[in-house]
């Protein structure tokens, strides 16, 4: 044991428990002082702020709602991060530290048989990847913005998402690289973005690159479909602007009914953090952050064997934008209601068949930051984008669930992309609610230039409600978000060594998008 504190309050016992392996990884125990036996609350995080002399502040303990509610909290250094020995491999050694970790928990002689586990983000992740071994004692799970299948995160209709998130891979190999050189990493071919930030290739990051199908590098994961076999209580928390969105969704309708029936899921106006965020422009997000017990009761509601007061079971409960209230619903909705809005009537009430751009890649631009409600009112102004203006609505309107997008395209390259950004227009200032892309391979392999061909393709779900007035409106583009710019070249996105400019259209008057409707 490294150190064994206590105060009024609680004790406090700071250990480096030892792996199969031999690594060392830093475990901080805190107990309600006068308990024999408690529940305990099982997080593992990466990132701890410093590499050494963790600060440790008994005071900090003494109003943790975990604490004062009878709970014991274990805390653990990921391999390679924080007071941990190791090198951090991302995903690599997470499943056995855990159910090692898991294993010395049974042994603590505090442990009354019920472990509950928290996380978010990675955090989450680390939880996901042993869930697979069902250990009994797990009583409950509250897990946020993230997902058991990676690869959908990553590859959407056959366009990537962020390089695969390179750059945080390498904050988390600060020990093996302590100084790459992100200057050039970003030109093609992608393959070797490793190589030019550290010198070397990485197998672990490049795999993820390369395997851009959903093949058995990724159905191999431990995570994937890890979430269709759980027997516990979960909750899922997630925001309507998290690159997470569309896999958490997937996680809960994938739950077992019975699951499903004492579990809940949370969807508020947040970007990757559970809260509305400060810098939001959006007017009217008052009743959009969660309660600050939210964690708390979910878990005392499972030991209690009552309800959630904050969320029902067996349902979504989100947020609707626009309405600044929270709704529940059954998700997914046997039957769906659309309302069509065509895209070749703009809001003076003329008529445009098709609109054409040009698209570079070597030009960045800027659509749906996924930070938030912030105002996106020229977005046309950017090179590449052009944006549909709907007519104002009559009457209010409410939205959830998946749009769909119904374009009828051509482009004089062998392959390109397709981007949409939905926004909505209230008193003159736009706001971007969701995205939708996709390439041309992906639905036509074969494509030949010049051909005007059909993309089905759906963004994640959202909920909003429009007031009358409010217009909606479209930004069409060729990329967009946090997706790397397609080379408007045929072949695999991390490979292709050069980059055409291409001539994209859009054939207004055989387009149109479906908003799924819902009634309050």
Known sequence: MLKFTENTYVSVREERVVMPDGVKLYTRSVVPRGVDKCPIIFIRSPYAKVLSDVPLNLEDYNNDPFIKAGYAIVFQHCRGTGESEGICVPYK???????????????????????????????????????SDKPADIKGALLEIQT?????????????????NFEWWMSMKKREFSNPDFTEIYRRPYVDIAKRAVGIDLP???????????????QNDPRTDVIDNIDFPVLFVEGWYDFYIGGMFSMWERLSEGTKAKSSFIVGPYAHDVKTNPRFEYPSLHAGN????????????????????????????YYSIGA????????????????????????????QNEISYTYNPEIKIDLFKSK??????????????????TEALNDEKSFFGKIKCHLTVSSDCEDTAFYLCVNLVEAGHAYPLTEAISSISHFYPEYVPGSAVTLDIETPPIAFTAKPGTKIRIDIASVGGMYVPHANVRGHFAMVRESSIAHNTVYLDKSHIDFPTVEY
Request: net charge negative.
């Open 93 to 131: 050694n997470e499943r056995e530290d855990g159910l090692s970790t898991l294993e010395y928990i049974r042994t603590l002689d505090f442990y009354n048989g019920e472990i509950y586990l928290k996380g978010g983000s990675y955090l989450s992740t680390v939880h996901l990847l042993y869930l």
């Open 148 to 164: 058991d299948r990676m690869y959908y995160r990553n590859y959407n209709n056959g366009c990537n998402y962020n390089f695969c």
């Open 204 to 218: 672990e990051f490049t795999d993820m690159l390369i395997n851009n199908e959903y093949n058995g590098f990724w």
């Open 324 to 351: 600044d209230a929270w709704y529940s619903d059954e998700y997914p909705k046997n039957e769906i209601t659309y309302y069509e809005i065509p895209l070749n009537k703009t809001d003076k009430g003329s008529k």
């Open 372 to 389: 938030g409600l912030y105002r996106s009112d020229n977005a046309e102004s950017q090179v590449g984008v052009t944006s549909l203006l």
């Open 290 to 317: 969660l309660p600050s017990d939210y964690a708390v009761e979910w878990f005392n509601s499972i030991r209690e064997k009552r309800s959630y007061k904050y969320a029902k079971c067996g349902k979504v409960n």
